[in-house]
């Protein structure tokens, strides 16, 4: 990784994430195509996530004034340029040799939020000082996995705090990790130079047994709170109780996620699930989703179920395995162009008040009575 990141170009037929997934996957070497693209088990849960967004319907209304249409939303005290942030991926450099650093400068030209993960390749000081002067930029959290002892853990919450991150996003739903037979059968291993670079040289990957006895409990979730000035996002989220919990907890947002499919084969689709996290949450908190995010309408269904904003987990892969940061960057302003047209084309002029019966499932109708829009 040189000192500045390398520009790259972007053949003019790939105008959509698909198009990007297309061209990474012809570009990934074996290794890393194998830990980008291994879901857990079946993959049952992983195509729940899309199937989820595809089985909704958008109703448009027609008529409505469109002039001054615009993608903003609030979020945690800031007004942010449209809803669509990065989602915390482990080990980038796989995929590029800017890595981390390459996503998270893209992310900032674009307005996008960026959240880095406690197993990034590129360390986190170096991260957000590339990206913390730019004003137009949109927020920077830091995504921590707890380590085996709260001293380490509370080491990199108290680094991520004088780097400039906003917020810290807990993950909680890969106390180990999933069954991934796509790894294994490639035997996935990191290729030399390719490290957390947040964490002190491991001793060697720590044993199932170990994993368990550290792994995180409510009691840490208290724990952080008090041990941080940052909001605290929970992430991995899916059953209502839990949701609850976090926030009377004091959690600042929810996550609604199953990591991807990438954990627990057969949890449910972020979608179905994202209702009911909604509902539980009583607008306390903002409430977010990740999972099988691949296009604008996917973001304007997201917004209507409920959420606040939306996380893209592989698509930034694809992007930055595609054309680097050029590549992430193209990724996240194709989502942003198809929302501004999906909402003009469903009659939005903000997604300030969005209509639950905006996405109805399957062949549900909009029900009576009817609220007359526009003027
Ligand atoms: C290659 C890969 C690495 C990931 N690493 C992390 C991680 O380090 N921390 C985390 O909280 N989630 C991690 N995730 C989950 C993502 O943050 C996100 O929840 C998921 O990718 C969203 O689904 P999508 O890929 O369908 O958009 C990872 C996902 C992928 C695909």
């Keep these: 990784m040189g000192g500045h990141v390398k520009a790259q170009a972007l053949p003019p037929e790939v105008v959509s994430l698909d198009d990007h997934r297309t061209r990474a996957l012809a570009r990934l070497d074996p290794n890393a195509a194998a830990y980008l693209g291994s879901a857990a088990g079946d993959g049952h849960t992983a195509d729940a996530n899309r199937a989820a967004w595809d089985g909704l319907r958008l109703w448009p209304r027609v008529l409505q004034p469109l002039a001054g249409l615009h ?21 980038q450099r796989l995929f590029d040799d800017d890595g981390e650093l390459a996503s998270a400068i893209a992310a900032a030209a674009q307005g996008a939020g960026f959240a880095l993960s406690t197993l990034s390749s590129v360390s986190l000081e170096t991260v957000a000082a590339a990206v913390c002067g730019d004003a137009g ?58 490290i957390a670079a947040n964490l002190p040289a491991a001793a060697g990957p720590a044993s199932l047994a ?125 989502l942003r162009d198809e929302l501004e047209a999906a909402m003009a084309l469903c009659g939005l002029a903000s997604l300030a008040s969005l ?8 062949h549900a109708v909009p029900q009576p009575p009817w609220r007359h829009q526009g003027n």
């Design 71 to 91: 993608t903003q939303v609030e979020l945690l005290g800031r007004r942010l340029a449209h809803p669509v942030l990065l989602a915390p991926l482990a080990y």
């Design 137 to 194: 930029r949109g927020p920077l959290w830091f995504q921590l996995y707890f380590q085996r002892d709260r001293g380490r853990t509370l080491d990199l919450v108290q680094r991520a705090e004088a780097a400039g991150y906003e917020a810290l996003v807990f993950t909680v739903d890969a106390p180990v990790n999933g069954v991934r037979d796509g790894e294994r059968r490639a035997g996935f291993r990191l290729p030399p130079g390719v």
């Design 210 to 334: 170990e994993l368990l006895a550290t792994a995180p409990g409510w009691a840490d979730l208290d724990w952080l709170l008090g041990a941080t000035r940052l909001p605290v996002l929970v992430k991995g989220v899916l059953h209502p109780a839990d949701a609850r919990a976090a926030v009377a907890a004091g959690a600042a947002g929810l996550i609604v996620s199953n990591h991807g499919g990438r954990t627990l084969d057969g949890a449910p689709a972020t979608a179905s699930a994202l209702p009911a996290i909604v509902a539980a949450a009583g607008g306390a908190v903002p409430v977010l989703v990740d999972g099988g995010i691949r296009r604008g309408t996917d973001v304007l269904k997201a917004l209507a179920l409920g959420a606040r904003a939306v996380l893209i987990g592989r698509p930034l892969v694809w992007g930055l395995a595609s054309a680097g940061a050029m590549g992430v960057a193209h990724v996240i302003r194709l």
């Design 355 to 362: 209509s639950r019966d905006l996405a109805l499932s399957g």
